[in-house]
């Protein structure tokens, strides 16, 4: 079992910055992603950003060159920081993790939710 903290989201103005922080606790697998997701009112809930093992990062084109998913691996916590907010960026922000075995585990956490006001 891996357990997932959330916390760092809130209200900002269009054009402010976040950081979120997902901590992880219990099983630590050797091979994983942390991805956050988003999942607004009405709508999916999507991959925002993750990231692997090997610290390999991936993004959705909408925040490219605007957010940044990071880790510290002493903390087991990921981060993602976000830049140049706008209110389509309004939505509850998940941590997901994966870990890879002899076969797939996935944990969510409760999620945080960001608003983003013009």
């Known amino acids: 079992q891996v357990q997932l903290v959330e916390s760092g989201g809130g209200l900002v103005q269009s054009g402010g910055s976040l950081r979120l922080s997902c901590a992880a606790s219990?099983?630590?697998?050797?091979?994983?992603?942390v991805g956050w997701y988003r999942q607004a009112p009405g709508e999916q809930r999507d991959m925002v950003a993750g990231?692997?093992?090997?610290?390999?990062?991936s993004y959705k084109e909408a925040v490219k060159g605007r957010f940044t998913i990071s880790r510290d691996k002493d903390k087991n916590t990921v981060y993602l920081e976000m830049n140049n907010l706008k209110p389509e960026d309004t939505a509850v922000y998940y941590c997901?993790?994966?870990?890879?075995?002899?076969?797939?585990?996935?944990?969510w956490g409760q999620g945080t939710q960001v608003t983003v006001s013009s």
């Open positions: 219990g099983t630590i697998f050797s091979i994983y992603v």
């Open positions: 990231i692997n093992q090997g610290g390999y990062t």
């Open positions: 997901n993790y994966k870990g890879y075995s002899r076969e797939t585990f996935e944990f």
